[in-house]
């Protein structure tokens, strides 16, 4: 009996459940990668910048913009989903442009042209917009890239990690770079997390 009891105890002690942690900061789990806390002030702080670009956010006509992840490259050591930092920096642009910029969703083109199928064919009507002769097309497309270089030393076992992610508006008939910045974080410790 008193063998069932401690096991008990320690199943309970396993399974606190889970707590709810404010995505801003740093959390009880860290290592030197890109954390959650990094994502959303790095994508805070490329829409303040991006906004302030009288290209893409002072025209009078707004500028039609692609921002997700398909020119988005990953050259680090860490795993990561970048679809994290380009969708929340499309919906905080969004947001915040209150219109100055467009967003085309090109990443759901196959789904659009299948409704467009669709009303041409007289399966469905033709909706309350209206049709148009195509999709939208682009001026600019967020393109990017994360780096990073690690470093270990063999007497303490320290571990040190930089991680740069740089981030490019490219104009799409030009081939200009109209906006750029980048973000780097720099981080050490005698143990890093595993990222999935």
Do not use: C
């Amino acid at each position: 009996m008193l063998v069932l009891a401690v096991a008990s105890a320690h199943a309970r002690d396993r399974n606190q459940g889970a707590t709810d942690i404010d995505p801003t900061q740093k959390g009880p789990v860290s290592g030197l990668g890109i954390e959650g806390q990094d994502i959303t002030s790095m994508a805070d702080r490329m829409v303040r910048d991006m906004l302030g670009n009288a290209t893409l956010a002072g025209r009078s006509k707004p500028p039609r913009i692609i921002v997700d992840s398909a020119y988005f490259t990953n050259e680090s050591t860490q795993r990561i989903n970048k679809n994290l930092i380009t969708d929340r920096l499309r919906v905080g642009l969004n947001r915040a442009s209150q219109g100055r910029m467009v967003f085309i969703a090109r990443q759901n083109a196959a789904m659009i042209e299948e409704e467009r199928a669709l009303k041409r064919e007289g399966v469905t009507d033709v909706g309350t917009t209206g049709m148009t002769r195509a999709q939208a097309g682009a001026d600019y497309r967020l393109t990017g890239n994360i780096a990073s270089t690690d470093a270990r030393d063999p007497k303490t076992g320290q571990m040190q990690r930089f991680t740069q992610i740089v981030f490019e508006m490219v104009d799409l008939e030009s081939g200009i770079i109209e906006w750029s910045n980048s973000y780097e974080i720099a981080r050490t410790a005698t143990d890093d997390v595993i990222y999935r």
